[in-house]
């Protein structure tokens, strides 16, 4: 058997593994719906509103994407060119979450950022394309605001792909 030839161990290992990944997402998709498509819990009981206050604060695109878990079409942000200093805010409830010393340009058509603001953000989880990714979400209200890979820029080596309709940029 040589280096390449998987032993039936792994081959089972990695079947197993696979379908486990399969019947999580399944089982979101199709069991439960709104816990699968709605915003992480806010840590913070003031921002621990209804899904009615919700859509009357956010527009029918940052509701989407804070509340349901949406994502935007690449390059229809114009934050995806903001250049100058400043800060980068949840567009749900305001919190700080990237500096624009962390924003670079990833060339995905979201802005992208390598490292978010102490104490900003929250991960999870996501199964929804049955590969598990980490999606982060502001770590005050629970509104969705990408994902993070593993393949961004010095120092971190993270690319924070970010809904720029979830954002809201404040100059310097």
């Known amino acids: 058997m040589t280096a390449m030839t998987p032993t039936v161990e792994q081959w089972?290992?990695?079947?197993r593994s696979l379908m486990v990944a399969m019947a999580a997402s399944?089982?979101?998709?199709?069991?439960?719906?709104?816990?699968?498509?709605?915003?992480?819990k806010a840590s913070d009981a003031a921002w621990d509103l209804t899904d009615a206050d919700w859509k009357k604060r956010l527009t029918p695109d940052a509701y989407s994407v804070l509340r349901k878990e949406g994502t935007e079409r690449p390059f229809t942000s114009a934050l995806n060119n903001e250049k100058r200093t400043g800060t980068y805010h949840c567009a749900g409830c305001d919190m700080p979450l990237f500096s624009s010393n962390a924003k670079f340009d990833s060339g995905t058509g979201w802005p992208s950022f390598f490292e978010p603001l102490p104490g900003a953000i929250a991960t999870k989880v996501d199964f929804k394309l049955i590969v598990p990714r980490t999606e982060y979400h502001c770590s005050r209200c629970g509104g969705h605001q990408g994902h993070v890979f593993n393949d961004g820029p010095r120092p971190t080596g993270k690319r924070y792909c970010n809904n720029g309709v979830a954002l809201r940029f404040q100059p310097a």
């Open 26 to 40: 399944l089982f979101g998709v199709f069991r439960a719906p709104d816990r699968v498509l709605a915003a992480s």
């Open 12 to 15: 089972l290992l990695s079947r």
